[in-house]
């Protein structure tokens, strides 16, 4: 019994060691092997980026750091994290070695929520983090926030604000501008509708946005939708309309 006891534990540590190795060697890539290709793969959002594969393959190449063609071995993995990640474009980055002579780029991509085009004359995209993008020459379907938004408003209150409507299909279709007044109060302006939506300062936007959202639904289907010039919620549990003035 102890003699089969013993081949018994033998046999389990000479497996353990084969399975070590075994996991060892495949995932280390072959240290002669030359880079064929880059993988890369870029993370969606709640909106379309502005990255592309291409793009981060032309940014490599600029930069003097694409490794196709390079020794497997040679290939520096952080150099490449590290280049790409200070690119104003670019959140996050990570790079591994794959098995087939390929380099593996994951990429996050910083995600534009809303476009300010405030009344200094600025011009320019907010991330989902409220921080400030730098133009670019591709077109994307954002909401557009006009007025007095500077980029410290749209960093605390627009960011936010942008963030929730875009998880929200209703309102993602139904808003196309957000116009903010002197006093820091925000002004909708709806796809449909000829009509403007007050919500007062942006805050307990989820709240005025469904009481909204209700008034749309019980009260403008059966009233009309160009019943209204100004639709107000800023304040809880009501809803203040102004008529448009009647046609003579």
């Known amino acids: 019994m102890n003699w089969k006891k013993s ?27 030359i880079c064929r290709d880059v993988v890369i793969s870029i993370e969606e959002g709640v909106m379309d980026g502005f990255l592309t594969t291409s793009d981060v393959k032309h940014l490599m190449e600029t930069d003097g750091i694409s490794p196709v063609g390079q ?22 980055c990570e790079c591994y070695k794959g098995q087939d002579g390929t380099v593996c780029i994951n990429i996050r991509q910083r995600i534009p929520v809303i476009r300010v085009m405030n009344d200094k004359g600025e011009d320019f995209f907010v991330d989902t983090h409220g921080k400030p993008m730098p ?11 006009t007025g007095h938004a500077s980029k410290q408003y749209a960093e605390k209150w627009l960011a936010p604000l942008a963030n929730y409507v875009l998880t929200d299909t209703f309102w993602k279709n139904q808003i196309v501008q957000l116009n903010v007044l002197a006093d820091g109060s925000v002004e909708i302006v ?29 009260g403008l289907n059966k009233a009309g939708w160009n019943k209204y010039s100004r639709i107000s919620v800023e304040f809880g549990n009501q809803i203040v309309c102004t008529r448009k003035p009647l046609k003579r």
């Open 190 to 218: 709806p796809r449909v509708g000829d009509h403007i939506a007050y919500l007062g300062q942006p805050v307990d936007i989820d709240q005025k946005l469904d009481r909204l959202r209700k008034f749309y639904r019980y």
């Open 7 to 33: 081949v018994f534990i033998v046999f389990n540590a000479v497996l353990g060691a084969y399975v070590v190795l075994a996991m060892t060697a495949f995932n280390k890539p072959d240290q002669k092997q």
């Open 71 to 92: 020794l497997m071995s040679r290939i520096n993995l952080r150099t490449i994290e590290e280049t790409l990640q200070a690119k104003e474009l670019v959140e996050a």
């Open 135 to 145: 133009r670019t020459d591709y077109s994307c379907n954002l909401i557009v926030a």
